[in-house]
Nanobody
């Protein structure tokens, strides 16, 4: 049984920072691709960041590149989304995602249904 536990999120003013955490079960963390998706009500889901914990490569969406970082802690089976210089357009529900296959941003990750946390950025 896949288990993902998300923490972090909240409300900040524009220019602020937040850090999201997603802890996975051992099997998922070692074998699945992991990443973050966000969605604004009424809009399509957007892949934000992706990685495979066994490799150093990461992928960050152009819309957040330079501001968001995806990181990992192998000792804790946890990935993170570090978000800096947040803007109102970043307001969304952020979901931790896990999937098998290509570990990169794209439609293959958007079917993942992991837990989410709300991020709200005020102007």
């Amino acid at each position: 049984q896949v288990q993902l536990k998300v923490s972090g999120g909240g409300s900040v003013q524009a220019g602020g920072s937040l850090k999201l955490s997603c802890e996975a079960g051992e099997y998922t963390y070692r074998r699945a691709c992991m990443g973050w998706i966000r969605q604004v009500p009424g809009k399509e889901r957007e892949g934000v960041a992706a990685l495979f914990t066994g490799k150093p490569n990461v992928e960050i969406a152009d819309s957040v590149k330079g501001r968001f970082t995806i990181a990992r802690d192998n000792a804790k089976n946890t990935i993170y989304l570090e978000m800096n210089n947040l803007q109102p357009d970043d307001t969304a529900m952020y979901y931790c995602a896990d999937w098998f296959g290509q570990c990169s941003l794209g439609p293959h990750m958007l079917d993942s249904r992991g837990p989410g946390t709300q991020v709200t950025v005020s102007a």
